[in-house]
């Protein structure tokens, strides 16, 4: 096995990039995760449930962007992925 490993991307960050490439606008995070949560979705789960998801989805967006595949938008601008990102924000395809 050689030193270099082949990266690949979580299965969130392809989530994300498939419903950006497909958006006409810019999506949420929280749209993500409610839909990355849909298809997993148990009866017995609480109708929040889809919150569990939330962490990994904003973790593999800051991810996206610092990559420069998103972009994070923020007051109708584009923010910097490396700076602290408080409040709301919406991503889109690079």
């Given at each position: 096995m050689?030193?270099?490993?082949?990266?690949?991307?979580?299965?969130?960050?392809?989530?994300?990039?498939?419903?950006?490439?497909?958006?006409?606008?810019?999506?949420?995070?929280?749209?993500?995760?409610?839909?990355?949560?849909?298809?997993?979705?148990?009866?017995?789960?609480?109708?929040?449930?889809?919150?569990?998801?939330?962490?990994?989805?904003?973790?593999q967006?800051?991810?996206?962007?610092?990559?420069?595949?998103?972009?994070?938008?923020?007051?109708?601008?584009?923010?910097?992925?490396?700076?602290?990102?408080?409040?709301?924000?919406?991503?889109?395809?690079?």
């Amino acid at each position: 096995m050689s030193d270099e490993k082949k990266k690949t991307d979580d299965p969130i960050a392809i989530f994300i990039l498939g419903e950006l490439y497909g958006a006409e606008n810019a999506v949420s995070p929280d749209a993500l995760a409610r839909a990355y949560y849909k298809p997993r979705a148990k009866k017995e789960d609480r109708p929040d449930a889809w919150r569990k998801y939330l962490p990994a989805v904003r973790q593999q967006a800051l991810h996206l962007a610092r990559t420069g595949r998103i972009n994070i938008i923020r007051k109708g601008e584009v923010a910097d992925p490396n700076a602290p990102i408080k409040g709301l924000f919406k991503l889109v395809i690079a």
